[in-house]
């Protein structure tokens, strides 16, 4: 027997790459000659930066950079060297996680470290790019990102404009002089699940500003700034970017890659379910075992364990999910690709405990579903 197990992160419980080795503990529990092949998954959010470089035999390259309040910190980045492929999230430097509540400002959130990432990947060597744009904390259109890369926003002075959303208002030209030329030569693919555009009531400001600490007449003053930003940006570059798909993602750091690269926007399931070869590791198994810390109806619109199931359908093999939290609406997931979603916590207990046990508990989960997968009838 073989099993692929394909799972994401448990947020704040276990990584991706911690997850599919408690799998395949339970499962060897059982039997220690079934076939495990660990494939650690995410949608371009969390954790995609591991479990690219776990699948793909890569390695971690660390930084000097900034983080969103333009504090020194020392970042990393994948690296894959035979491929030349770096992987970047947005939230290893522009984070929101690493922004205490009371200290979210996107009027000063700058997305600088991101574009530090990349300038230190380059000069590494990288001719591939994979950006996942979950979990900013700016809303600056990337202004910070290209400004690293070479780019000059200037004000009607000709004078660097401040940094954040709050420069924005009196940026006037930009200066592309100095910006790095190999941008045009390496290829940009953006892990995106989301379908917003950059300005209005469903842009980067209106949608995620007020979870990066907007309040609602900042939400309109923030759009307003992104807003004179295209205006000049789109001239800048001779491109139209304000609405594409995906282009308010991160603060609007979609519509700067979109501006001023070759980027191609894809969904960060299909894209890391792409890289890591996913489908022709699943041929020919028996199960597939994947999951999440929480599985709902939602799971269906992008979520990891639906594109891995989706990729196990295809080869006609039956997946199973494996949650912390299962909502009453996951099991409408049950179908010709979904045969069974298997909660894994053993005990009523509180949400630190639960997460601590994380690991123990899916590796008894999986332990229990691998020995109903292998019973024999009594007698037989």
């Known amino acids: 027997m073989r099993i692929v197990c394909a799972p994401d992160s448990f947020k704040e419980s276990m990584t991706a790459v911690e997850a599919a080795a408690a799998l395949a503990r339970g499962i060897r529990r059982v039997d220690p000659s079934i076939e495990c092949e660990l494939v650690p998954m995410a949608d371009g959010g969390e954790g995609t930066t591991e479990a690219l470089v776990a699948a793909l035999h890569g390695e971690f390259v660390e930084a000097d950079c900034h983080d969103a309040l333009n504090r020194p910190i020392t970042g990393r980045f994948g690296f894959v060297p035979r491929s030349r492929l770096a992987v970047i999230e947005v939230a290893e430097t522009a984070g929101l996680a690493q922004i205490d509540p009371p200290e979210r400002d996107p009027w000063a959130a700058t997305s600088r470290g991101v574009g530090e990432l990349i300038r230190t990947a380059l000069d590494r060597g990288a001719t591939e790019f994979i950006i996942g ?75 995620y500003g007020p979870q990066k600490g907007a309040t609602p007449r900042d939400v309109l003053a923030l759009d307003a700034a992104v807003a004179r930003w295209a205006e000049v940006v789109e001239s800048a ?144």
């Open 237 to 380: 570059f001779a491109r139209q970017v304000r609405d594409i798909p995906g282009s308010g993602a991160a603060g609007g750091l979609g519509a700067a890659f979109a501006a001023a690269t070759n980027a191609t926007m894809e969904s960060g399931v299909e894209l890391v379910r792409d890289a890591v070869g996913l489908q022709a590791r699943i041929a020919g198994a028996d199960w597939v075992f994947t999951g999440e810390g929480g599985i709902d109806k939602q799971t269906a619109f992008g979520k990891t364990p639906w594109g891995v199931a989706q990729a196990a359908r295809a080869e006609g093999v039956p997946t199973i999910l494996f949650g912390g939290r299962i909502s009453d609406d996951a099991y409408e997931l049950i179908g010709d690709a979904v045969v069974a979603v298997v909660p894994i916590l053993r005990r009523v207990t509180d949400l630190p405990t639960a997460l601590r046990a994380g690991s123990m508990n899916l590796e008894r989960a999986a332990e229990t579903i691998t020995r109903l997968l292998t019973a024999r009838p009594p007698g037989s």
């Open 133 to 207: 744009l979950g979990g900013s904390a700016t809303n600056d259109a990337g202004t910070g990102m290209l400004t690293a890369l070479g780019a000059r926003f200037l004000d009607r002075g000709g004078l660097p404009i401040a940094d954040g959303a709050r420069g924005l208002n009196s940026l006037v030209s930009v200066d592309l002089g100095a910006l790095d030329d190999r941008l045009q030569s390496v290829t940009f693919r953006i892990a995106n699940d989301v379908s917003n555009p950059l300005l209005g009531h469903n842009g980067a400001s209106a949608v």
